[in-house]
C-alpha cells in the first residue's frame, strides 16, 4: 500500500471515529438511550366501595378498598349479595375513589357508634336502617339531598372515630406493588348545584405519607372547580405532591361541564383556562351512566354519535335536559368549544385526553358484558336488575340502559404510580367502553407506509411524531397536511375490528363549530358508496344464545392517513376512534344465564369502541399554554 493509499485510509477511520463520537450517526440499536412507552396498562380510576355513603347505603356494607384491590388483581371475592365474582384477567392498577362528602360514616352509624348516637339525625337514619321501612328511607335520601343544597353536612364523623381517609391510603399502600399492580390514592369531589353533575376524581402521584397530610375536599367545602384548584395547588405546594382531577358525566351536568363560561357566570379568562389545563388534563368519557363522547343532535352525520346516550335529566333528575345543554355537555363539542376559546384569549381550557372508567358501587371493577356485576350491589346479577327502575318514573328509564363501561388504557414507561400518573399528565392514554384493544395514534408531518409496516412503527412514531395527547409540532419551513399514523389489535379473546375513524373539529373562518369524521382503515372488502359512506360491517349476533362469531371483521386495522381538507390557518383537533363488530350487550347474557325478563326495546347487541386521546393542531404563531 502506498504512503498515500495508508494516509486515505486512516483518514477515513478517523473520519467515521470523529463522526461517532460526535453523535452524529445512529446508534447500532435504534432503542438505546431511548425510554418510550412500549407498554400499555389497564385500569380503573373511578371505583367506590363501603366508605362511599352512596354504596353503603345501596347495600355494599363490609367490602373496603382492599377488597377491591383484591378483585382487581384477580382474586375471587365474595360479593354483597352473596354471589361469588372474578375477572376474565386482572387490571394492571385501580383508583378507589369513595366520595369525600360523608366519607366513612355509613359503617359506624349501622353499628349504633355510642359517640355518633348524640347526633339526633345519624340515630334517626340508624333506625330507619335497621328497620327497612322503605317510606323513611325515601326522607333519610331526601335529607341527604337537602343537605348538598345547603352545603353543611347533616353528619360529621367524630374526631375520635378512626380516619376514613387514612384507611383508604393504608389499603392503597398496602395494595400497591411497583412493576406489578399499582394502587393510586384519590377520592371523588361530588358537587352538584342544582342537581346538575360538576364532578371530579381527584387522584394522587403520591403514597399514604403525603396524601394524609390533607383531608379530602368535600362539596360542603366549596361547589366551584375553581376552589377544588386551589385546594390541588395547596396540596402540591404544602406536601411536596402532586395532584390531578378528571371530571366525568358531564352528560347529566345541565350544560354546565364544558361551559364557555366560569361557574360564577363570568367569562372564561387566561387565569381560568391555564388553572383548568393545568389541574384537569384527562376527562371520564365513558361509564356506567352513559357514554359521552357525541350527541346525535349534534353530530347528526355521524351513525355511531348515538351510543349510550343519557340526555332525559341531570343527574339529580330534578331537571329535564334542554337540547341546548349538549354542546356544552359531550367531549367532542367541547374540543371544539376549547377552541373557540383559544381564538379569543390564546389558552384551551379544554384540552384534555379521555379515559374511560366505571363509576361502579359495588367494590368491584368488572365491565366484561358476560361479567357484568353492576352500577350498585341491587344491580348484581339478578334475573330483575335490567328491569328495575332507574331513577325517577317519570324519566321512564331501566336499568337496561346502564353501559357495562369502561376502562382506561395508559401507555407507560412502568406500572408504578409515579409513570402512570405521569402519562396522565402528559395525555397518553385512551378510552375504551370495556374491551381491552391495543391502540396506537400519532400525528406528524411526514410518516409513510414504510413507517407502519415496520415492526418498530411505535418508535417511529415518537421520533417523528408526537403521541396521542400531543400538540403537533411545526411544519417545519415547508407547509403540508398533518398526517396521523393509526394502529388498533383487538382483545386477544374479544371481537374482531369494524373500522378506525378519525374525528377532526375545527372552528371554521366565520367562527362556526365544524367537525367530520373520516373512515380511514376497515375489514373486509367493503366499498364507500357514491356518498363516501362505508357499509355496515354486518352482525353475526344470535341474541338467543348470546353467541357471536369472528367470521366478519379483523383483528387488526392500521392506517396512514393525511388531512385532505387541512387548512394551516385553523387550529384543529383529531382524535382516534375505534369500533368493534356488533356483540350482544349484558341483558342479552342475564337472559341466558338467569332467565331474565328484558325490558321492551331493551338494546340487544352494540359496538364496543375505544376513543384516543386527541392530538392538536396550532398555527404558527399563536398562543401557546
Known sequence: MTNFSLTRTVFRYALLLCVASQGYAEPYSPWADRDYPQQVYWGDTHLHTSTSLDANLFGVHNLTAADAYRFARGDTVTTSTGLRARMNQPLDFLVVADHAEYMGIMPPLRAGDPTLMQNDTARRWRDVLASGDPVGFGRMMLDIGASYASGTPLVTLPTTLPSPWEANTRMADAANEPGVFTALIGFEWSAMPNGNNLHRVVVLRDGATRANQVTPFSAFDSEDPEALWRYLADYEKNTGGQALAIPHNGNLSGGLMFADTRANGEAISVAYA???????????????????????????????????????????????????????????????????????????????????????????????????????????????????????????????????????????????????????????????????????????????????????????????????????????????????????????????????????????????????????????????????????????????????????????????????????????VYYLRVLEIPTPRWPVYDRVKLAANLPTNTELTHQERAYTSPIWYQPAGSAQP
Request: glycine share 8%; net charge negative.
Open 274 to 572: 391555564r388553572e383548568r389545563l393545568r389541574w384537569e388534563p384527562l376527562v371520564e368519557v365513558t361509564q356506567m351512566k352513559g357514554d359521552g363522547e357525541a350527541h346525535p343532535l349534534l353530530s347528526p352525520d355521524d351513525e355511531f354519535a348515538d351510543y349510550g346516550t343519557w340526555d332525559q335529566y341531570n343527574i339529580d333528575m330534578s331537571t329535564a335536559q334542554e337540547d341546548w345543554m349538549q354542546r356544552f355537555q359531550y367531549v367532542r363539542p367541547a374540543l371544539q368549544t376549547g377552541l373557540r376559546v383559544a381564538q379569543r384569549i390564546g389558552v384551551n381550557p379544554f384540552q384534555f385526553g379521555m379515559i374511560g372508567s366505571t363509576d361502579a358501587h359495588t367494590a368491584l371493577a368488572a365491565v366484561e358484558e358476560d361479567n357484568f356485576w353492576g352500577k350498585m350491589s341491587s344491580h348484581e346479577p339478578s334475573a330483575d336488575r335490567a328491569s328495575r327502575l332507574w331513577g325517577i318514573p317519570e324519566a321512564e328509564m331501566s336499568s337496561a340502559g346502564l353501559l357495562a363501561a369502561g376502562y382506561a388504557a395508559v401507555w407507560a414507561t412502568e406500572n408504578t404510580r409515579e409513570a402512570l400518573f405521569d402519562a396522565m399528565r402528559r395525555r397518553e392514554v385512551y378510552a375504551t367502553t370495556g374491551p381491552r384493544m391495543r391502540v396506537r395514534f400519532f400525528g406528524g408531518w411526514n410518516f409513510t407506509p414504510e413507517d407502519l409496516q415496520s415492526p418498530d412503527s411505535a418508535l417511529r412514531g415518537y421520533k417523528k411524531g408526537v403521541p396521542m395527547g400531543g400538540i403537533l409540532p411545526p411544519p417545519g419551513s415547508v407547509l403540508r397536511a398533518p398526517v396521523f399514523m393509526a394502529l388498533a389489535l383487538k382483545e386477544p379473546e374479544g371481537a374482531h375490528l369494524d373500522r378506525l375513524q378519525i374525528v377532526k373539529g375545527w372552528v371554521d373562518s366565520w367562527g362556526e363549530s365544524r367537525e367530520k369524521v373520516y373512515d380511514v382503515a376497515w375489514s373486509d372488502d367493503r366499498e364507500p358508496d357514491v356518498n363516501g359512506k362505508l357499509p355496515p360491517v354486518g352482525n353475526t349476533v344470535d341474541t338467543e344464545s348470546g353467541h357471536y362469531a369472528n367470521t366478519i371483521g379483523s383483528a387488526e386495522l392500521s392506517a396512514v392517513w393525511t388531512d385532505p381538507d387541512f387548512d394551516p390557518s385553523l387550529a384543529a
